[in-house]
């Protein structure tokens, strides 16, 4: 099962518009199709899907690391779960950005699972400790703080390698730099937790990258930005991963 995952940010968006502008009808059922609105669309949007486009599963873009409590402003995994939320997404480069640290990360990584919800771990270098050929040593420190200490997991986790350089930046990863990273975390992560999982790719994908991104091996999907905005443009690349 490949994935491809709507990240539309703090975004505003006609959600029965983007519905209708989004054709379904030529994806294939071997892709996961999950979009991440902002919080307050998540439960219209939900409602839509059950009526309309089944196929499509929602994410949130964030959670707590709590699951109730004092804890002002937070949106728990169970509060998402219970307006149908089946994915969420942890450990952005924005959210890092914002303060988010790796006990932080793991924490949530821990909440997704204990409230049923598929995690997406962003991971990725940035474009100092890429250009210093630091790229390995950032994937092991964010996989063995992020990720390694939790055991016996099932594979219903998805990895999104996302060069944060890339990120809405137009800027596009070789093929062969994608290749060496993508055997390198699932190395890792067989090696660590003896399990396998999805790793999809993130960073300015759009219909026409997605073409070359797609003949990567061991990527199995993309994390979509601001290409998701457009549902024309969303559907192309969903078809780029059925070749």
Same mark, same amino acid.
Request: hydrophobic letters at 40%; glycine letters at 10%.
């Given at each position: 099962m490949k994935h491809l995952i709507a990240n539309w940010k703090m975004n505003f968006v006609n959600l029965d518009a983007w519905l209708k502008d989004f054709d379904l009808n030529n994806i294939s059922e071997e892709i996961q199709v999950v979009i991440c609105p902002n919080y307050l669309d998540i439960k219209d949007f939900y409602k839509t899907t059950l009526k309309t486009h089944q196929q499509i599963s929602i994410g949130a873009q964030n959670l707590s690391s709590e699951t109730e409590g004092a804890f002002t402003c937070q949106i728990s995994g169970k509060m998402l779960k219970n307006i149908g939320v089946s994915y969420s997404i942890v450990g952005h480069s924005e959210s890092r950005l914002q303060g988010e640290d790796d006990e932080t990360i793991l924490n949530k990584l821990q909440t997704a699972f204990h409230c049923d919800l598929i995690p997406i771990l962003c991971i990725g270098e940035d474009q100092h400790e890429y250009s210093k050929g630091r790229t390995e040593k950032k994937i092991k420190h964010q996989l063995t703080e992020n990720l390694f200490p939790l055991q016996n997991l /099932?594979?219903?986790?998805? *990895? =999104?390698?996302?060069?944060?350089? =890339?990120?809405?930046?137009? *800027?596009? %990863?070789?093929?062969?730099h994608l290749e060496e990273v993508?055997?390198?975390?699932? @190395?890792? %992560?067989?090696?660590?937790?003896?399990? &396998?999982?999805?790793? *999809?790719?993130?960073?300015? %994908?759009?219909?026409? /990258?997605?073409?070359?991104? =797609?003949? %990567? &091996?061991?990527? @199995?999907?993309?994390?979509?930005?601001?290409? /998701?905005? @457009?549902?024309?443009?969303?559907?192309? *690349? =969903?078809? /780029?991963?059925?070749?």
């Open positions: /099932s594979n219903n986790i998805l *990895i =999104a390698y996302e060069p944060i350089y =890339a990120i809405g930046s137009g *800027i596009a %990863v070789q093929n062969e993508s055997l390198l975390i699932k @190395d890792l %992560v067989r090696e660590n937790l003896g399990t &396998d999982f999805t790793l *999809i790719y993130g960073g300015s %994908v759009n219909s026409e /990258s997605a073409k070359n991104l =797609a003949k %990567v &091996d061991g990527i @199995d999907g993309f994390l979509v930005g601001n290409a /998701s905005l @457009d549902p024309k443009e969303f559907a192309n *690349i =969903a078809l /780029s991963l059925e070749q």
